[in-house]
């Protein structure tokens, strides 16, 4: 028995093993060829996606690259329109303030200019003023002045008639009296 067992095992092992190697050597016979087809297919396939994926890598870095480069020059341009941006508002903000003092300086003397007018205009109508107070004070002495010296003229007219009226009759010596009288009691 101990014989059977080995044949046994030779027959249950070995006859299965032959088996499936003559059965696996007439599939790998007639199917080498669709098999090869297909697995050189397959790798024909495989290179082919791998350098279009290539070709795409290398597409996408070069179109990185040239959006990298795009991206610099616009940031470069960004901060020379900034600098010049900066330098145009600090421009303008002189020139502003350039003419905004030119103007308040422009408005500070016309107003002293006006001021000034004012000025001289009521200095002219205070002198008008003056001048015709002064005038009509002057007006009213020399008037006043005229009216006395026209009534002595007066009385000195009428006392020289009247001299002349006495003489005429002969008295002169009571009509420098009525003079000097008349004369005390005007002024």
Same mark, same amino acid.
């Given at each position: 028995m101990s014989d059977a067992h080995p044949i046994r095992l030779f027959s249950d092992i070995l006859f299965p093993l032959i088996n499936f190697g003559i059965?696996?050597?007439v599939l790998i016979y007639f199917l080498k060829n669709p098999i090869r087809a297909f697995l050189q297919k397959r790798s024909q396939d495989v290179n082919l996606e791998h350098q279009q994926a290539q070709g795409a890598y290398e597409k996408s870095q070069e179109a990185f690259q040239k959006m990298t480069q795009k991206i610099k020059g616009i940031e470069t341009e960004k901060e020379v329109f900034f600098q010049e941006m900066e330098e145009e508002i600090k421009l303008m903000e002189k020139a502003f303030k350039n003419d905004l003092q030119k103007r308040l300086s422009q408005l500070q003397q016309e107003y002293e200019q006006r001021t000034q007018e004012e000025v001289r205009k009521k200095m002219l109508e205070i002198k008008i003023q003056t001048i015709e107070s002064i005038i009509q004070e002057t007006e009213k002495e020399l008037r006043q002045k005229l009216n006395q010296? =026209?009534?002595?003229? =007066?009385?000195?007219?009428?006392?020289d008639q009247f001299s002349k009226i006495r003489q005429q009759r002969g008295t002169q010596s009571d009509v420098s009296n009525q003079r000097g009288t008349i004369f005390q009691s005007s002024h």
């Open positions: 059965f696996s050597g010296k =026209l009534q002595a003229q =007066l009385v000195d007219e009428c006392i």
